[in-house]
């Protein structure tokens, strides 16, 4: 008789949970997967797809605009909302089938419909069954943070979960928040023809990045006729003559702004609270996130692990995809075999236009933690291919170990820098330098070559003097 139903129950249905499950029932464990909402969590249903989909129509829209540069007459876009609204849903309907009750079935998850609750460290109900196991997975995700301003409670206000039932666009669009959510959105409904006031409470907007690249993203954004208050702070929102109007704060002088619809992007807390983990004695941090060692196990229950946006540091679905092998792994192998979790090459985007990506360290970062570094700076304006797609605005900035050929990290701005900052993620995993990189073809004509090219100037700028003084005097000397 076995003691437990099974091997993990897994909580939640998100990026997190469903690769969890999947890397448990690929090995042949027995596992639960309970989801109260819908599969596939906040990136199929609120969260990366939906954006993607509804930016890659203000793209269009945005090409459309510049349709003089490229040698069209005349051109102008005539456009629905509310179709591009339902394209988004049909997009995530097709994505679907990925993450859905059926497929995880057909990879033997035992799937259940409903909200999970925490009995004890391997009582777990669900509909009102017990079911047990020997560990417990813990991947319920974030919601949208709802910061205190007064007069928010009495409006409709809009966040990334409910955005995508609108189906008008809002004239005067308000957004609050200056991190990777808040500038996408920003940019997005520009686009598509809002007005954008942002604000963000900070002196910058993606203050994580360096200063000279959210500055640039500021001067695109103000190009496109966003209205960006920094070092702002919201404090009320009143009634004037029947519209809607903020009150906010900056340096030291009060502002106001009327709007039609306001959305909140100011971060996102995780959901560890009101399903039973506090009742079991469950660490949480300040951020309600769930306290974690090493292996991804609570600090209280070592057979109780948990990942994605519930623990943090990062909240991307690669980070959840990413944490979720080390809970499966080491909640069915341990104690025989068990790994720590690495972070030590995780790669984010932030999906505006010049994308903006990263792996490892910036300057910010590396000054911040007095970590000495050269910088290799590559502007892509001088790549053929951006050229060639009018796409010729960005820099490529790598931090290197000084006198090394290591690189500590780096940052891309430019359109499809979500891609190509993969090929520095395997150079750091594999302890791959910029001397590689320029050793290795890249197909021509391609935005990848601004990799080779910012490997060309590290190289540059470190050739062996004395050794080209050499061979300069070779060169002479084989002319006589
Ligand atoms: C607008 C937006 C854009 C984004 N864009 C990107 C992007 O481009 N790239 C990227 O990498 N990341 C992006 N993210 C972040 C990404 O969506 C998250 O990091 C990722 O979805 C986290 O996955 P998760 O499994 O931890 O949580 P979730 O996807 O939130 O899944 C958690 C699930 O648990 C369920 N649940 C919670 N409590 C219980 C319970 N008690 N019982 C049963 N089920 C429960 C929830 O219903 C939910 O389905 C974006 C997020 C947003 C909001």
Known sequence: MAKFDYNII????????????YIASATKAKVALIE??????????????????????????????????????SATAEFDFSEMMERVQTIIKKVETHDSVERYTSLGVNCFSGQAKVLSPHEVEVNGAILTAKSIIIATGAHPTIPSIQGLEKIDFLTSDNLWDIRELP?????????????????????????????????????REDDEISQALRQQFSREGVD?????????????????????????????????????????????????????????????????????????????????????????????AHQAWYCAVNALFSPFKKFKVDYSTIPWCTFTNP???????????????????EVTRYRIDDLDRAIADGEDQGIIKVLTI????RILGATIMSCEAGNLITEYVSAMKHGIGLNKILGTIHTYPTMAEANRFVAGNWKKNHAPKKLLKLAQKFHAWRRH
Do not use: W
């Not at 897994?10 to 499950?21: H, R, Y």
């Not at 969260?47 to 269009?60: D, E, F, N, Y």
């Open 171 to 207: 004239k005067n669009l308000l957004i609050i928040g200056g991190g990777p959510i808040g500038s996408e959105f920003t940019q997005c409904f520009a686009r598509l023809g809002s007005h954008v006031t942002q604000i963000e409470m900070l002196p910058n907007i993606l203050t």
């Open 355 to 373: 994308e903006i990506a990263r792996v490892g360290l910036n300057e910010k970062e590396a000054t911040k933690q007095d970590i000495p570094y």
């Open 36 to 73: 109260k909402n819908k599969m596939g969590g906040d990136c199929l249903n609120t969260g990366c797809i939906p954006s993607k989909a509804l930016i890659r129509s203000a793209k269009i829209l945005s090409y459309i605009k510049r349709h003089r540069e490229f040698g069209i007459k």
């Open 228 to 320: 960006l208050h920094t070092n702002t702070t919201c404090k009320a929102i009143v009634s004037e003559n029947k519209k809607q109007v903020m009150v906010f704060e900056k340096g030291g002088q009060e502002l106001r702004i009327k709007f039609d619809k306001v959305l909140i992007a100011v971060g996102r807390t995780a959901n560890s609270k009101g399903f039973g983990l506090e009742n079991i004695g469950i660490k949480f941090d300040q951020y309600n996130r769930i306290i974690v060692d090493d292996y991804l196990r609570t600090t209280t229950h070592k057979n109780i692990y948990a990942c994605g946006d519930v623990v943090g540091p990062y909240q991307f679905t690669h980070t959840a």
């Open 402 to 405: 000084p006198g090394r050929d």
């Open 10 to 21: 897994v909580i939640g249905g998100g990026s997190a949970g469903l690769v969890s499950a």
